[in-house]
Every structure is written in structure tokens, then in C-alpha cells.
């Protein structure tokens, strides 16, 4: 099974974006990283696709995780590295 592709949506001084990218980085694992406030029509599509204006919004595959407190609970859970192999 192939690793599904991460997303993070981030901004510009944002600690919990900073820590997510973090935390996929000690896990070896690469990114798609898209700042909003460097294009203003990334920010509409991220509130498109998961109703919310915070960054970070993240997203393995087609899941949307949500934002840095969310992963890192799945990551707390146990789940993160299942659903970051493709195992979900």
C-alpha cells in the first residue's frame, strides 16, 4: 500500500503550524505544505474543504486530521502512524 500524500495548510508565525510540521518531520514523513497567507485563493479553498479559517489544517490522503491538538491526539491514541502508512 502506498503512503497517502500529507497536506498542511499553514500561515505565516503560526506555532501550531511550526509543531505539526515538527512532528511529521521526526516521523520521516514529507509534505505538501501550503501557505494561505502568501495566496489569498488558498485560503478559500482550505475553508472550502474543511469549513474552517485556523491554520493548520491538515490532511492525510482525503482525510481531514483537522489541526495541530487533533493529530497530535491520534498521534497520542496511537493512530497517526496507521493512518501515515496507509493503514487507516
Known amino acids: 500500500m502506498s503512503t497517502p500524500e500529507v497536506t498542511i495548510y499553514t500561515g ?3 506555532a501550531y ?3 505539526a510540521k515538527k512532528m511529521l518531520d521526526s516521523k520521516g514523513i514529507s509534505y505538501n505544505e ?4 502568501e495566496d489569498a485563493s488558498k485560503a478559500e479553498e ?5 469549513n474552517r479559517r485556523t491554520v493548520p489544517q ?16 491520534l498521534n497520542t491514541e496511537g493512530k497517526l502512524d496507521d493512518m501515515l502508512k496507509g493503514n487507516d
Not at 34 to 37: A, D, F, G, K, M
Not at 46 to 50: G, I, N, Y
Open 46 to 50: 482550505m475553508v472550502e474543504r474543511t
Open 58 to 73: 491538515i490532511f492525510i490522503g482525503d482525510i481531514h486530521v483537522g489541526g495541530f491538538d487533533d493529530m497530535a491526539e
Open 12 to 14: 505565516n508565525r503560526c
Open 34 to 37: 501550503i501557505n494561505i497567507h
Open 17 to 19: 503550524c511550526s509543531a
